[in-house]
């Protein structure tokens, strides 16, 4: 069993940053992607940006130039740096491990990100 734990979110201004970060702990198996999703009510959980173990990234189109994934595979752990933050980025972000040839996903409790003046 795989459990995330991740943390980071707060109430920033327009125009700010914020970093999350997420540890993956348990029985993880090296192979596997390590990303961030986000949800707000009423909609859908989509996916904001993920990187797999050997380095490919792929982020939603509404965040690039502004978030950076990284992760420390040896570590099991992934971040998102989110610069330049807009009202539309408030939302719960979750940390997600996906192991990609069972399509078997972990996700984290999530943690809210507010963005407001």
């Known amino acids: 069993q795989v459990e995330l734990v991740d943390s980071g979110g707060g109430l920033v201004q327009p125009g700010g940053s914020l970093r999350l970060s997420c540890a993956a702990s348990?029985?993880?198996?090296?192979?596997?992607?390590m990303g961030w999703y986000r949800q707000t009510p009423g909609n859908q959980r989509e996916l904001v940006a993920t990187?797999?173990?050997?380095?490919?990234?792929n982020y939603a189109h509404f965040v690039k130039g502004r978030f950076t994934i990284s992760r420390d595979t040896a570590k099991n752990t992934v971040a998102l740096q989110m610069n330049s933050l807009k009202p539309d980025d408030t939302a719960i972000y979750f940390c997600?491990?996906?192991?990609?040839?069972?399509?078997?996903?972990?996700w984290g409790q999530g943690t809210q990100v507010t963005v407001s003046s």
């Open positions: 990187m797999t173990n050997g380095g490919t990234t």
């Open positions: 348990g029985s993880v198996i090296p192979m596997n992607t």
């Open positions: 997600n491990l996906l192991y990609p040839w069972s399509a078997r996903n972990f």
